[in-house]
């Protein structure tokens, strides 16, 4: 979209092109409301650096993550969603309709928002982890844990979310070594409690991961010793960073009520503090955090959207 002096107007924008957006723009579409949506870059979220998809249903051999969003993108695409592939910069949700910027494309204006910006997995930042991710680097047990029968693995966190995905990695894994920077756990006394207790799991503290192991696919680990001690190698066959996530909520910081941890703080599931602004997935949604629930909130957003459209003409 070229700049303009008088910015374009829409009935409703989506932000965000992982699959709450996308199947926030699908229902919008559907609904005749010419939805935009402002995809982000890199566009389609967390999903696009995932590989093998085999818990979203209706996909009875797996996909891959990017090919999934392909199609959540074609399908919003064939009933009218318009596409910018940008990044919202500014935005002023202070009155109707709400205001945009997207930077050298230009600026939007609003009558309604869907918010589906997601959250990203925060990574130990080894070059090593990021060459793997997806080839036995994850962030996420409940969507990777199911490829690690029967073989070691190892879990980075001292928080409830490595408490939590440890616990759940022995359903599949022969062990898991849980691998935390500390002496102590953070994670809540019950959350530590059920993981110590668990004869799969053990612990190994003030330790961080220097380097993961494979060409292809994980073969182990370089586990240094904490603050200077010696490094040694852990052989697992998968490596789960659960060390947090960090909402993408930064713009919006300001102009709508976040919580504490700078997600967007809803009101009636989908509902911000703001009239004519709603938010789908992982902005809000810290404890699914799963493509199907993404969707599934993204579609309630876009229903809750069209309500207010409905009742709320254009000012
Ligand atoms: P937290 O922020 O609570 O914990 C993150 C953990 O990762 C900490 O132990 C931290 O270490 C460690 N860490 C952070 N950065 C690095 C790094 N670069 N290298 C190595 N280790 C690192 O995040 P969680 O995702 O665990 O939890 C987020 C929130 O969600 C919490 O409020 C939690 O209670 C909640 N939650 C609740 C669950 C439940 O009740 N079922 C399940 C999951 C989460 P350090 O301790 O040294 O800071």
């Known amino acids: 979209m070229a700049p303009s002096a008088e910015p374009r107007r829409a009935r409703v924008v989506v932000v965000g092109s ?33 590989t093998d998809v085999e818990n979203y249903p209706g996909f009875p051999e797996g996909i891959q993550g990017p090919e999934l969003i392909e199609r959540f993108r074609k399908q919003a695409e064939r009933f009218g969603t318009q596409f910018i592939d940008a990044n919202v910069t500014r935005v002023d949700l202070s009155r109707r309709p709400f205001h945009l910027e997207l930077g050298a494309a230009g600026a939007l204006l609003a009558d309604a928002l869907v918010i589906a910006t997601g959250a990203d997995a925060r990574w130990l930042n080894l070059p090593s982890e990021q060459t793997l991710r997806g080839h036995g680097v994850s962030a996420c047990a409940t969507c990777d844990g199911f490829f690690f029968k029967g073989v070691p693995v190892a879990c980075v966190g001292g928080g409830d979310s490595a408490m939590e995905e440890a616990t759940f990695l022995t359903k599949f894994a022969s062990h898991v070594t849980v691998i935390h920077r500390k002496s102590e756990l953070r994670a809540s006394r019950i959350m530590q409690d059920r993981a ?68 967007i703080a809803t009101h009636s599931i989908t509902r911000t503090s703001v009239e004519g602004v709603f938010a789908a997935g992982d902005v809000y949604d810290h404890r699914y955090r799963q493509a199907v629930s993404a969707a599934g909130l993204g579609c309630m957003a876009a229903l809750d959207a069209e309500r207010f459209l409905s009742e709320h003409p254009a000012a």
């Open 18 to 50: 992982g699959p709450a957006g996308l199947t926030a723009a699908l229902y919008l579409a559907r609904a005749e409301l010419g939805p935009v949506v402002v995809g982000g870059v890199p566009s389609g979220g967390q999903l696009m650096l995932t």
């Open 196 to 263: 110590r207790a668990n004869p799969k799991i053990s612990f190994l503290f003030d330790s961080e991961v220097v380097e993961v192991l494979g060409e292809r696919s994980v073969t182990g680990l370089k586990v240094r010793r904490l603050p200077n001690g010696p490094v040694s190698e852990l052989a697992v066959k998968g490596l789960f960073v659960a060390i947090g996530h960090d909402p993408a909520t930064g713009v919006f910081r300001g102009a709508l009520e976040l919580d504490s941890k700078g997600y």
